[in-house]
């Protein structure tokens, strides 16, 4: 028996109770679903994910298999505006690796690109209760608090998700672990005294030193010249190559400055920088000649645009 086995019956009555079991993939032993919640789930918070991309990504790629009959063009138009789109493409090789027929195990799961090994563990667990524990970032923070740790490896946070795992009930013990994490024991102001955890939690005196709060450090401002360049009803765009946006379309940028006329600017936050775009209505750069295809309007509804860009469409070509 374990030395947590009492802790454990108290997650597992808190989870009866407060977990959050009417989560669609909650509701689910299919591989598929379970996979596509984890990748979107990734970056994205939870409310996001169901209100606006889940359900209609899952219409319209309504298996795996239908992920990797299409093209990965309409996988992206599909994924827009999730951000963080070598998800998607990820999603659309493991499509096609796999036939549409994901593995039963975490080991054979984290071959496959964009599947780390937590996600490795969850699908394993979640679809073929493979017994093993998972390390999302409420995971994490439960871990860091419960063993009063301010640092640790990756290593050691996986050391001490193995401590404390239940493997008698791992689809509840890692869906309780999630939920407490995302519930009660927040960020800030966790909700210790409604905690399963508290009577062997070491950090709960001072919840909010675990982890160590991490420095925030501003972000790098980038200029960029963004061109509208038109021939007749329709509109110059390039398909992006760079790892952040790869596959999809938008307008070309410059960083020098060009003649054309001025339209507008617009900020934009990325992950790791700042974007202040200035939105020039110019002539097509000769360089650029033979790389761009024109779009009418119409067409720009159905083609994958970053955020940044289909705001650009909205604001100066729709308007």
Same mark, same amino acid.
């Given at each position: 028996?374990?030395?947590?086995?009492?802790?454990?019956?108290?997650?597992?009555?808190?989870?009866?109770?407060?977990?959050?079991?009417?989560?669609?993939?909650?509701?689910?032993?299919?591989?598929?679903?379970?996979?596509?919640?984890?990748?979107?789930?990734?970056?994205?918070?939870?409310?996001?994910?169901?209100?606006?991309?889940?359900?209609?990504?899952?219409?319209?790629?309504?298996?795996?298999?239908?992920?990797?009959?299409?093209?990965?063009?309409?996988?992206?138009?599909?994924?827009?505006?999730?951000?963080?789109?070598?998800?998607?493409?990820?999603?659309?090789?493991?499509?096609?690796?796999?036939?549409?027929?994901?593995?039963?195990?975490?080991?054979?799961?984290?071959?496959?690109?964009?599947?780390?090994?937590?996600?490795?563990?969850?699908?394993?667990?979640?679809?073929?209760?493979?017994?093993?524990?998972?390390?999302?970032?409420?995971?994490?923070?439960?871990?860091?608090?419960?063993? @009063?740790? &301010?640092?640790? #490896?990756?290593? $050691? !946070?996986?050391?001490?998700?193995?401590?404390?795992? +239940?493997?008698?009930?791992?689809?509840?013990?890692?869906?309780?672990?999630?939920?407490?994490?995302?519930?009660?024991?927040?960020?800030?102001?966790?909700?210790?005294?409604?905690?399963?955890?508290?009577?062997?939690?070491?950090?709960?005196?001072?919840?909010?030193?675990?982890?160590?709060?991490?420095?925030?450090?501003?972000?790098?401002?980038?200029?960029?010249?963004?061109?509208?360049?038109?021939?007749?009803?329709?509109?110059?765009?390039?398909?992006?190559?760079?790892?952040?946006?790869?596959?999809?379309?938008?307008?070309?940028?410059?960083?020098?400055?060009?003649?054309?006329?001025?339209?507008?600017?617009?900020?934009?936050?990325?992950?790791?920088?700042?974007?202040?775009?200035?939105?020039?209505?110019?002539?097509?750069?000769?360089?650029?000649?033979? @790389?761009? &295809?024109?779009? #009418?309007?119409? $067409? !720009?509804?159905?083609?994958?645009?970053?955020?940044? +860009?289909?705001?650009?469409?909205?604001?100066?070509?729709?308007?």
């Amino acid at each position: 028996m374990s030395k947590y086995t009492v802790l454990h019956d108290r997650l597992h009555r808190w989870y009866l109770e407060h977990g959050r079991h009417d989560l669609p993939w909650r509701r689910t032993e299919d591989p598929y679903r379970i996979y596509l919640s984890e990748i979107m789930l990734q970056q994205t918070q939870v409310a996001t994910v169901l209100e606006r991309f889940y359900f209609p990504f899952l219409e319209r790629f309504p298996t795996l298999k239908d992920v990797a009959e299409a093209s990965e063009e309409a996988v992206l138009k599909a994924w827009e505006g999730l951000g963080y789109y070598s998800r998607a493409r990820h999603l659309h090789v493991t499509a096609k690796r796999t036939g549409g027929r994901l593995p039963r195990s975490a080991e054979e799961l984290e071959k496959l690109p964009g599947i780390g090994r937590s996600t490795a563990r969850a699908i394993a667990c979640f679809a073929y209760g493979e017994a093993l524990p998972i390390l999302d970032a409420n995971v994490k923070r439960v871990l860091y608090r419960f063993f @009063r740790r &301010r640092k640790a #490896t990756q290593q $050691e !946070l996986w050391a001490m998700a193995e401590r404390l795992f +239940d493997s008698r009930r791992p689809y509840d013990y890692n869906q309780a672990m999630m939920d407490l994490g995302a519930m009660c024991c927040t960020p800030k102001r966790p909700d210790c005294a409604a905690c399963p955890l508290r009577s062997s939690c070491r950090g709960r005196q001072t919840p909010e030193r675990y982890p160590e709060p991490k420095k925030r450090k501003k972000l790098p401002l980038r200029r960029r010249q963004i061109l509208l360049c038109r021939r007749g009803d329709s509109v110059a765009l390039v398909q992006r190559k760079e790892a952040l946006l790869g596959g999809m379309w938008g307008f070309p940028q410059r960083e020098e400055m060009l003649p054309g006329r001025r339209l507008g600017t617009m900020v934009y936050r990325y992950t790791h920088f700042e974007l202040e775009a200035t939105i020039l209505e110019s002539e097509l750069p000769s360089e650029l000649q033979g @790389r761009v &295809r024109f779009f #009418t309007s119409d $067409e !720009l509804l159905h083609i994958p645009l970053s955020m940044l +860009d289909r705001k650009i469409v909205t604001r100066f070509l729709m308007s």
